[in-house]
């Protein structure tokens, strides 16, 4: 197989990294052919806290997936999260010189650097410029303005940025562990290159990717992205609180969470107890279901609340139609989607990766979706250059639709 048909995701998580190796085939399609996973150690909430020891799970993570691929891997896409990632919307103009008149792809990266003259902190990178809508001369609905004749272009764009330093720790971790670095992109743009088809994008949308330390989230409406962020509460605040809460290990918080716990807090009958049984360093116990109930219910609609509160300050609820898309691992808590439903008073659904193939038991599981939405993004991004191929990106990566 040729090199140039694999691309390759990594996903540096708060429990797990994860490596999607994928053959970008012919007809267009994506088949995965691997993923190598290794347990995050000096990792937290998404960023680096000890870099030998990411380094090491990076590589563990890189030779399983080299070895059920059963292909060497040189280089990796790799999603980026952390609460010190932010994001805004701006406008952009220039004014097209008189003595050409027509609109080029120099216009484009003129009228996409106008949007950026803005003060961000000093030690902050710009992400990524996502285009939502191209004006000329004040005529909306404009899809792609290249070739076309005015005096004017406007844009409006979705811009996110984050801590350089932060982001250079995981590129560095990537490169010391033997792999180069194509690029980046944060972790709700790529689950929702799987968890969104074009029209839940059109009808707008919002993508909740629950991990382990983060939850991650992208808003489209009207098929353009308008909002996204990043909450440092994932699945690993709903096993502290049950580790206090019942005065157990953390170990077996995190399993008795999996594998008993559900965030309905009226599913549990009275009187019914779940049995921990003798453990290492653990004598064992006996606890009410209910109350364990009761400790994620909480924690989960604190979650949902606080993404909530933060959308509504720069959306209107009342343009998303398509529901709320919940993935990541999290996502497949017994419950969630009814407090999700509960709290944004939306439709909600549980999504795994779409438009791929490959074996199901990676595709159909949302806490691989962040990954396999990296090498997605890594495919739309290869394609073909044409003439328009910078707005052929555009459309493909980000479902922008231009206000009619």
């Known amino acids: 197989m040729s090199k140039d048909r694999l691309l390759v995701g990594l996903e540096i998580g708060t429990f797990k990294v994860c490596a999607v190796v994928a053959e970008d085939r012919p007809d267009g399609s994506l088949r995965i052919l ?14 680096i806290v000890d ?10 993570a890189i030779a399983d997936a080299e070895e059920k691929a059963d ?33 080029d792809a120099e ?24 285009t939502q809508h191209y004006y000329v001369d004040n005529q909306e609905g404009v899809v792609n303005p290249i070739g076309m004749v005015g005096n004017k272009l406007e844009a409006d764009y979705h811009i996110v940025h984050g801590v350089k330093t932060r982001i250079q720790n995981t590129l560095r971790c990537a490169k010391e562990a033997g792999v180069a670095v194509e690029e980046i992109v944060i972790n709700s743009v790529a689950s929702a290159q799987v968890a969104l088809d074009q029209h839940q994008k059109d009808l707008g949308a919002i993508v909740l990717d629950i991990g382990g330390g983060t939850t991650d989230y992208l808003v ?18 709903i096993t502290n609180d049950i580790s206090i809460g019942l005065r157990i290990p953390i170990a077996r918080a995190e399993r008795l969470k999996i594998e008993e716990g559900s965030a309905n807090p009226d599913e549990a009958s009275p009187g019914d107890t779940i049995i921990l049984k003798n453990d290492s360093g653990f004598s064992g116990c006996e606890i009410e279901r209910a109350m364990l109930n009761r400790i994620i219910y909480a924690r989960v609609r604190e979650l949902f609340e606080l993404v909530r509160k933060d959308i509504e300050a720069n959306c ?6 398509a529901g709320i898309m919940l993935t990541g691992g999290a996502a497949r808590l017994h419950g969630i989607q009814e407090v999700a439903g509960e709290v944004f008073e939306q439709p909600v659904h549980s999504v795994a990766a779409q438009q791929v193939t490959g074996p199901t038991s990676v595709f159909q599981n949302p806490q691989y979706a962040t990954a396999i939405g990296v090498v997605k993004y890594a ?3 290869q394609i073909e250059e044409e003439p328009d191929s910078l707005f ?3 459309r493909n990566i980000f479902g922008r639709r231009a206000k009619a």
């Not at 691997?34 to 960023?47: A, D, M, Q, T, Y």
């Not at 996409?112 to 003060?119: C, D, I, L, P, Q």
């Open 379 to 381: 495919q739309l991004m």
């Open 316 to 321: 209107d609820l009342d343009l998303i139609r």
């Open 220 to 237: 489209y409406i009207d098929g353009a992205v308008q909002h996204s962020g990043v909450l440092a509460v994932g699945g690993d605040h």
């Open 71 to 103: 292909a060497e891997i040189e280089s990796v896409w790799v999603a980026v999260t952390g609460a010190h990632i932010q994001s805004f919307n701006n406008r952009g103009v220039t004014i097209i010189p008189e003595d050409r008149g027509e609109i």
């Open 51 to 60: 870099f030998n020891s990411a380094i090491q799970c990076v590589r563990d």
């Open 392 to 394: 052929g990106k555009i």
């Open 107 to 130: 216009d484009i990266r003129d009228v996409e650097g106008s949007a950026k003259e803005v003060n961000i902190p000093d030690q902050n990178w710009f992400i990524h410029t996502i």
């Open 34 to 47: 691997g993923v190598g996973e290794s347990k995050s150690v000096g990792i937290r909430k998404g960023e």
